[in-house]
């Protein structure tokens, strides 16, 4: 659970880029991902992306398909969402 904050934050901004482009939903989200130590432990693209997906569900990006990229680093870069 110690990557459920940083979905959260991951989260909020899909949402708020949606509504900033006039997005009633969102198809995809590419996300770029450091090494990220939250709680001691390093959050992995399969559980971000799990979180993301559940926090998501009834809001414009319900359903979204998540891209993420392991790049070097310590932190993670929301680079783009598409959607209609």
Do not use: C, Y
């Not at 990557?3 to 482009?21: C, P």
């Not at 997906?53 to 359903?63: D, F, I, P, R």
């Amino acid at each position: 659970m110690h990557d459920l904050h940083v979905a959260n934050r991951v989260q909020k901004l899909l949402i708020e880029e949606a509504k900033k482009n006039n997005f009633t939903m969102v198809k995809q989200a590419v996300i770029e991902l450091g090494t990220v130590i939250e709680h001691g432990a390093d959050i992995t693209p399969e559980n971000l992306e799990f979180n993301i997906k559940m926090l998501s569900e009834g809001t414009v990006a319900n359903g979204l398909e998540i891209i993420i990229k392991k790049v070097q680093g310590s932190d993670w870069k929301l680079v783009s969402i598409s959607g209609e």
